[in-house]
């Protein structure tokens, strides 16, 4: 019985983590746009002494959407394969379990740190959207899955050790 719900939260796991890796792939693809949009829009600009004040100003914000986009989607690309390999896993290694449970513990910690902390190079953070929140939440489900099948996978070999 006991070995039966880890298989399904591993599974359900699993699917969590594709699921979060196409949120990030999908924010990194949006973050793109809007690095290519400002760019597209600092080519079409005149030049003159206070547009290129501007562009100056605008140049150094413009790599904020650059470096999300490339961060967004290293992590969303990072999630996925890591899901297929619990998919294939079946049990064999908690090292899919253990990864998943500290990367996205750890995003969550930089994602609080971010909004708390004015940071070098990020800043303070105000922005708090919907696709923040679903990913949060995602991430949050897969702390509490994984840490529940590390535990019930740790149980399950001390159950041996004991027989």
Do not use: C
């Not at 939440?137 to 050790?161: D, E, M, S, W």
Request: net charge negative; proline share 2%; glycine share 8%.
């Amino acid at each position: 019985m006991e070995k039966n719900l880890t298989h399904i939260a591993a599974i359900a796991l699993a699917a969590i983590m594709i699921a979060t890796g196409a949120v990030y792939l999908d924010v990194a693809s949006d973050e793109y746009k809007e690095f290519s949009h400002d760019a597209n829009a600092e080519t079409v600009r005149e030049s003159g002494e206070q547009e290129e004040n501007e562009a100056l100003e605008n140049e150094s914000a413009a790599y904020g959407p650059r470096e999300e986009a490339i961060f967004f989607g290293i992590i969303g690309i990072a999630y996925i394969p890591i899901g297929i390999w619990m998919f294939r896993n079946k049990g064999n290694t908690k090292k899919p379990f253990v990864i998943a449970l500290i990367g996205s513990a750890g995003l969550l910690v930089f994602y609080v740190a971010t909004r708390v902390t004015d940071l070098p190079v990020i800043g303070l953070q105000t922005d708090v959207g919907v696709t923040d929140i679903t990913a949060k939440i995602l991430q949050g489900a897969i702390v509490a899955l994984a840490g529940f099948i590390l535990y019930t996978i740790a149980r399950q070999g001390k159950a041996k050790k004991l027989a």
